[in-house]
Structure formats: structure tokens, C-alpha cells
């Protein structure tokens, strides 16, 4: 091999190198994000996720009803709707459902 041809190489094989590495870095940039939004949308139907929803909104429930002052009551009120559509109405239990029907 010459100079030439030794160096023509080299060039090539960087060339090779980048474009694989934009290749996947293209590839991980599309693919992650969805990849991502499956496993959440997986983790929001465990047991554990709902369970921390329903002991979340029972706390805030607990701190409407104790409260006394009616813009921090509406303050609360919306905390618990917003928590509420996060999860399955199915999934939580019927006072609970009742109770957020009724806000």
C-alpha cells in the first residue's frame, strides 16, 4: 500500500465511524422518546402508581374537609380533580369517586 492509499483509508474509515454514530444517535433520538412514553404509560396502570394516586387524593380530601377557608378549599378542590384525571375513575374507590363527582 502507498502513502496515498494508507491515508485514503484512514479517511474512510473515520467517515465510516461518523456516519455510524450519527446514524445512531439519529436512530435513538426517534425511537427513545416513544420508547419512553410506552414504559410510562405501562408504569401508570400498576397497582403501586394507583395506589399512590388514591392515598395522594385521600390526603388532599382530608385537608378540604378540615379547611375553613374557602380559597384554599377551591385551591384543593382543583389539586384533586387534577390528580383524579390521571388515573382510570374505575379505579378508584366509590366514596372517593362519589366525593369528586360531588366537588
Not at 380530601?61 to 374505575?90: C, G, H, N, W
Amino acid at each position: 500500500m502507498t502513502g496515498k492509499q494508507v491515508v485514503l483509508s484512514i479517511i474512510g474509515g473515520i467517515a465510516l465511524l461518523l456516519a455510524l454514530v450519527y446514524g445512531y444517535i439519529a436512530l435513538y433520538s426517534d425511537v427513545a422518546p416513544r420508547f419512553q412514553n410506552a414504559q410510562f404509560k405501562v408504569f401508570e396502570q400498576t397497582q403501586s402508581f394507583i395506589q399512590g394516586k388514591i392515598t395522594s387524593i385521600n390526603a388532599l380530601k382530608l385537608d378540604y374537609e378540615r379547611e375553613k377557608d374557602q380559597d384554599v378549599r377551591a385551591s384543593l378542590k382543583q389539586m384533586i380533580v387534577s390528580e383524579a384525571f390521571t388515573i382510570d375513575p374505575e379505579r378508584l374507590p366509590v366514596e372517593l369517586r362519589s366525593f369528586i363527582r360531588g366537588l
